[in-house]
């Protein structure tokens, strides 16, 4: 295989990489802080595309000044729908059995959808590509899609800012010390209560960013929620539940996972995520990154 | 006011239902007569679900407003079968248990359809399929109250096989690769277009074959492998959601300037797609497209479909009208709504006039011979519809394309 097919595949599988990190990295967040299964995380993913789809259609005058506010707005938007999550539902199920979180959350995917399918209809809807990012770029004698390069930056910018907010703020430290020992981080004076609706606002945010970034290169429409989720969880597991860094490997990993089976063993190469799963727990049950579970 | 004595409000209640019974209920439901439709109207194929019952609602509208059926006025029921066989099944029977339906108008998945068959059979009900098309439907869950009016997924890969093995043949084309969603759909309708492609007498290889998944959201990967292949061809058996996603991604990889492809783009993913959908790609229709029949029935059709849903029919809604003009039909040839009536006047291959054309239906299997439609996608966005069209549309002959009655017979149940 010639080094610019290799150079393609790579690519290829990183920008798939990239879109499922920016959807892990909140679902993993959420997981790590809260212990809450979220699964209506993969409706803030649908949800904010929808709104970017509502929101480039209804101001064509500009296509790429609307595609860049709505990049901002529909994030925020499913930021806000978060933390009302949360504090009408979520809060009053923490110290119960998780099952319980598991199951109000699938109750919550099914109402969004259900929200979505009034809202915005069972058609589908395409977002065109703004201006500033279509075409390609040529480098190794391969033509490489510049919005699938600004996918990649998007994603490594949201690790970088995550890495910065959890190492280097307060906020950060505290999230990792509400994983560690919520009690203790209570008696000391945080309010573990707002903490948590924080953390689990900015894990809508993140969804809310793959949804809004996604949108342009695939169809809106119901079901992308349930559909991102299950990858989405399969790269969380591989990585260890609740890290952040972990997302990140395990997208790497099944992005150039599923690119090897693609060229490979094309038959297969749908199972092949979940080959990479398995092994992955064989070797390391609690992911690459993951803490095995505290006991007690 | 006194009360009555309780034994008399007892006979009275009991007069009074009676009389309802005997007069009211059935002077009322002699008024109406009812058709089911159990479809997808929620999920990933919701949008083929609505378009063909609101297809079937304009057919049922004109009935009306031209004095309905046999003096009665056709009511069209739904309900949403949610892509499940069970959920169909049960719709079905209560359809045909409370609401005394007469007809059944199929889902959109096949796997409903041929359980939803067994119901219509059971019940000697007539089943119309519209949307979901394979091959079984009219094959192993054949019965006689079964009717297909939409090609068959056998049909619609040899229609396609036709149409490339003549460019295959004009450009020398020699390479080939698929992409197909990893379902019985999707490899069936690879293999059908390759042993077509071979009956027409072109020798292709096969470089390449992808399987995503139904509603993968990424086909990069795909896209890169198939272009590292530098096809002459590509034929993609993806539709719908998937269609508008792997489009989308061949576009920014540049697949469509490289390669000549081969997609099902129909109506509703080229309204999505809008002005980027690949101009130039080869793409088919299971249903002519409305402003290639220069008829006074459909101009209307369209015109009222416009107007009441604010867009141009496409080839679900075309096909979900066609399918209840097959039933009215049948109901006018036998003089009565009476299921095993309808289905013997059916059955014997009767000539049937439609909004999309008239055509036979086979006497050996009840599928309509009806044509699929190739053609290439417009080099201009139409300024009226918003989107690309198919242009330069070809018809495939059924004749050229069916599965003989012979080998559909083999399929079929034996008495």
Not at chain 1, 47 to 54: C, P, R
Not at chain 1, 169 to 177: D, H, S
Not at chain 2, 315 to 321: F, V
């Amino acid at each position: 295989m010639s080094l610019d097919t290799v150079a393609t595949l790579v690519f290829s599988g990183l920008t798939s990489a990239s879109l499922l990190f920016l959807v892990a990295a909140g679902l993993t967040l959420i997981f790590g802080a809260m212990h809450i299964v979220n699964i209506a995380h993969g409706s803030f993913y649908m949800l904010a595309a929808f709104v970017v789809a509502s929101l480039t259609q209804s101001m064509a005058a500009d296509s790429t000044a609307v595609f860049w506010l709505s990049l901002l707005v529909a994030p925020i938007l499913v930021g806000v729908l978060g933390m009302l999550t949360e504090v009408l539902v979520l809060r009053r199920l923490y110290g119960r059995e998780p099952l319980l979180g598991l199951l109000a959350t699938f109750g919550l995917l099914y109402l969004f959808e259900g929200i979505a399918l009034i809202v915005w209809g069972g058609q589908y809807r395409s977002i065109p590509i703004p201006h500033a990012l279509q075409g390609h770029v040529q480098a190794v004698g391969e033509a490489f899609s510049i919005y699938n390069l600004f996918v990649i930056a998007i994603a490594i910018a949201v690790g970088l800012f995550l890495w910065w907010l959890l190492q280097r703020t307060q906020l950060g430290w505290r999230v990792r010390a509400a994983v560690e020992d919520p009690e203790t981080l209570a008696a000391s004076g945080t309010n573990v209560r707002r903490l948590f609706t924080a953390v689990f606002a900015l894990g809508a945010v993140l969804a809310g960013i793959a949804g809004a970034v996604t949108g342009p290169i695939e169809s809106i429409t119901t079901g992308l929620d349930a559909q991102i989720l299950v990858e989405a969880f399969i790269v969380v597991v591989i990585g260890g539940l609740g890290s952040v860094p972990g997302a990140a490997i395990g997208a790497v990993v099944i992005g150039l996972f599923e690119t090897a089976g693609v060229i490979w063993a094309p038959s297969f190469a749908s199972a092949f995520i979940y080959v990479a799963m398995i092994l992955v727990l064989i070797i390391r049950p609690s992911g690459l990154l993951g803490v095995t579970e505290r006991v007690g | 006011m006194t009360a009555l004595p309780i034994k008399t409000q007892v006979a009275a209640t009991a007069l009074l239902g009676g009389l309802a019974l005997a007069f009211g209920a059935p002077a009322l439901a002699a008024e109406t007569v009812n058709v089911g439709m159990s479809t997808s109207l929620t999920g990933p194929v919701a949008q083929l679900g609505i378009a063909s019952k609101d297809g079937a609602q304009m057919a049922i509208d004109r009935i009306n407003k031209d004095g309905g059926l046999l003096g009665k006025q056709i009511k069209l029921l739904t309900a949403d079968g949610q892509l499940k066989p069970n959920t169909g099944v049960t719709n079905v029977r209560n359809f045909v248990l409370a609401d005394h339906a007469v007809a059944i108008v199929g889902p959109v998945s096949s796997a409903v359809g041929i359980a939803e068959a067994g119901v219509a059979a059971q019940y000697q009900v007539p089943i119309f399929f519209n949307t979901s098309n394979d091959v079984d439907q009219t094959g192993k869950a054949f019965s006689k109250y079964a009717f297909q009016v939409v090609p068959s997924t056998y049909m619609e890969p040899h229609a396609m096989a036709l149409y490339v093995a003549k460019l295959f043949k004009q450009h020398h084309w020699k390479t080939l690769y698929t992409i197909a969603p990893n379902y019985a759909f999707g490899h069936s309708t690879v293999e059908q277009f390759l042993a077509g492609l071979k009956q027409d007498g072109v020798d292709v290889d096969v470089v390449g074959q992808q399987w995503p998944q139904l509603g993968a959201s990424d086909y990069t990967q795909y896209i890169s492998a198939i272009m590292a292949k530098s096809p002459d061809f590509v034929f993609a058996a993806e539709y719908g959601g998937d269609l508008i996603t792997f489009t989308k991604q061949a576009e920014g990889a540049g697949l469509f300037k490289k390669t000549q492809v081969l997609a099902d783009y129909w109506p509703l993913a080229l309204e999505a797609l809008g002005a980027s959908a690949p101009a130039g790609a080869i793409t088919d229709d299971r249903a002519p497209p409305f402003y290639t029949v220069k008829t006074k029935e459909m101009d209307q059709f369209a015109q009222a479909f416009h107007a009441k849903y604010q867009r141009w029919p496409g080839t679900w809604a075309i096909l979900g009208y066609s399918a209840v003009q097959t039933w009215a039909q049948g109901v006018q040839k036998a003089g009565s709504f009476d299921g095993t009536k309808v289905a013997d006047a059916l059955g014997d291959g009767p000539m049937i006039k439609t909004v999309r054309g008239d055509f036979k239906l086979r006497a050996c299997d009840h599928l309509a011979e009806i044509p699929v439609y190739m053609g290439v996608l417009s080099k201009d966005v139409d300024a009226k519809y918003g989107r690309r069209v198919m242009a330069d549309v070809v018809a495939q002959p059924s004749d050229k394309i069916m599965l003989s009655c012979t080998a559909k017979q083999a399929m079929q149940p034996q008495a």
